[in-house]
C-alpha cells in the first residue's frame, strides 16, 4: 500500500510569510493532486501534476512534483489569512483507488 | 447543479445502532467514493464504485457496507456501529476514476457513544 507522508503537520505563520510544504511517498506517484479543505468542508482540488519535473503555478501557490515522481511540494509566497487550511495530497491513476496524505495544517495569522 | 450532496450533516448514534449515510450526485459522475477522516490522519477510502452496479473495498471497509444501484446515489451503511467510527464522512465523485479531480459533499459529522 502507497503511503503518503506530508510535512509539516502542522504550520502557524505570520501575514506576508513565505512556506513550503511536502508530500513524499513510498513508491512512484503516477499522478499528484494538491486539495484544500476548509473548516467544515469538504476538500476542493488545487492543481493535478503527472510529469517528473512538472512546475505549476497557481497565483501566489507554486507545485513541484520531483523528478523522480516519489515527493511534491507546495509553496506560498506571501500567506494571507484566506490560506489557512488544510493541504492534503492524493495519488491516483495507476489504480482507481485516490489515497491521500496525512495533511498539513496551515495558519496564516493576520 | 447541486453537485454532491450528502444526508444527514450530523447524526449520533449509540453502539450497536445501525444507520445510512446519503451521498448523491447530478454531475453524470461515474465514480464515486467515501471516505472518512480523522484528525492527524487526512482521508481514509472507505469504498468507491467506478459505476452502477460496481463497488470495490477501500483502505478500511471493515463494518461498512456499500451498494450503486443508480448512477446518482451512493449510500453507505454502518451495520452495527462503534464508537471507533466516531468520524468526519465525506463523499466524493468524479468523472473517471481515481486520478481525475474529486468533487466532495460537505461531509457528515457522526458520534457513536
Known amino acids: 500500500t502507497q503511503l503518503l507522508e506530508q510535512s509539516p503537520q502542522f504550520l502557524s505563520i505570520q501575514e506576508g510569510e513565505n512556506l513550503t510544504v511536502y508530500c513524499n511517498s513510498s513508491s512512484v506517484f503516477s499522478s499528484l493532486q494538491w486539495y484544500r479543505q476548509e473548516p467544515g468542508e469538504g476538500p476542493v482540488l488545487l492543481v493535478t501534476v503527472v510529469t517528473g519535473g512538472e512546475v505549476k503555478k497557481l497565483k501566489r501557490l507554486t507545485f513541484q512534483f520531483g523528478d523522480a515522481r516519489k515527493d511534491s511540494s507546495l509553496h506560498i509566497t506571501a500567506a494571507q489569512p484566506g490560506d489557512t487550511g488544510l493541504y492534503l495530497c492524493?495519488?491516483?491513476?495507476?489504480?482507481?483507488?485516490?489515497?491521500f496524505g496525512t495533511g498539513t495544517l496551515l495558519a496564516v495569522q493576520p | 447543479n447541486a453537485g454532491v450532496t450528502q444526508t444527514p450533516k450530523f447524526q449520533v448514534l449509540k453502539t450497536g445502532q445501525s444507520m445510512t449515510l446519503q451521498c448523491a450526485q447530478d454531475?453524470?459522475?461515474?465514480?464515486m467514493s467515501w471516505y472518512r477522516q480523522d484528525p492527524g490522519m487526512g482521508l481514509r477510502l472507505i469504498h468507491y464504485s467506478v459505476g452502477a452496479g460496481i463497488t470495490d473495498q477501500g483502505e478500511v471497509p471493515n463494518g461498512y457496507n456499500v451498494s450503486r444501484s443508480t448512477t446518482e446515489d451512493f449510500p453507505l451503511r454502518l451495520l452495527s456501529a462503534a464508537p471507533s467510527q466516531t468520524s468526519v464522512y465525506f463523499c466524493?465523485?468524479?468523472?473517471?476514476?481515481?486520478?481525475?479531480?474529486?468533487?466532495f459533499g460537505p461531509g457528515t459529522r457522526l458520534t457513536v457513544t
Open positions: 492524493a495519488e491516483g491513476g495507476a489504480t482507481n483507488k485516490l489515497i
Open positions: 466524493a465523485s468524479s468523472l473517471l476514476a481515481g486520478g481525475s479531480e474529486q468533487y
Open positions: 454531475m453524470n459522475h461515474e465514480y
